[in-house]
């Protein structure tokens, strides 16, 4: 009987001890096997999402500047017709930091050669999508050395090198943390606002490109979407916005 006494009194006193821990460390005796998650973590949806708003908004931001430095002239760089946003620059943030982060941990020679090559890469095709959806290109290379069809040139595909090298190796390990320390409930909802934000940027610029490209066809638009972008988006307001904008086709 007294060694069944001591027993419960053992039991008793070890009870209590855990009841006191939990009380003060409640977080070490959460569920080991739920570990916390993190916003955006790897390369899933969001991370890319996200790249491309924050290389949208710089790239937009480092044409101003450029074309300010260089041509002495302030001009919209944007690609949509609401805010400044260079869809080249974001789309060219996600293909480029998907492709080389891969190779993170080669020599800054092998990232700054694989960076020429498939931002000219990128440049191009985008030049060609632009061309045949709504018959114009946003930029002529034409008059500058070592282009090919007007394009892309040397020079600039050594800028995307650069600007490659630079992203992968500082820019993005730092941009990838702070895209993590977002809480998952106020990451996720400022996500979907920013698709929402852009769906509707993209569609009406799509609408005014393309309508600019049938106005001429002496063709009455017959949505409200396209009388709309016909209202509110002339030939003369995109030419403003896009100052470097070319017609290929009548």
Known sequence: MKESM?????????????????????????????????????????????????GSIIGAIVEIIFCGLVYDVIMSRSSLVFGQFSVVWGLGGV???????????????????????????????CSVFTEKVFGCVFWDYSNIPFNIN?????????????????????????????IEKLPMIYGRILTWLFI????????????ALYQMKTRNDDVEPKTWAGRYVETHFSDEWLNERYLNLIQTEE
């Open 95 to 125: 293909f480029l930091t998907y492709t080389l982060h891969w190779f993170i941990d080669k020599s800054d020679r092998f990232i700054l050669v694989a960076g020429t090559i498939l931002g000219g890469l990128f440049e191009y095709m």
């Open 196 to 207: 929402l934000f852009f769906f509707f940027n993209i569609s009406i610029t799509f609408a």
């Open 150 to 178: 007007g394009r892309v040139n040397l020079l600039y595909c050594f800028f995307w090198g650069i600007a490659s090298l630079i992203w992968i190796k500082i820019c993005y390990p730092w941009m990838s943390h702070l």
């Open 6 to 54: 001591n027993e419960m009194l053992h039991r008793f006193l070890t009870k209590k001890n855990e009841l006191e821990k939990k009380a003060e460390y409640p977080r070490l005796y959460q569920s080991r096997t739920k570990e916390k998650k993190i916003f955006a973590e790897g390369f899933g949806f969001y991370k890319l999402f996200w790249i491309f708003v924050i």
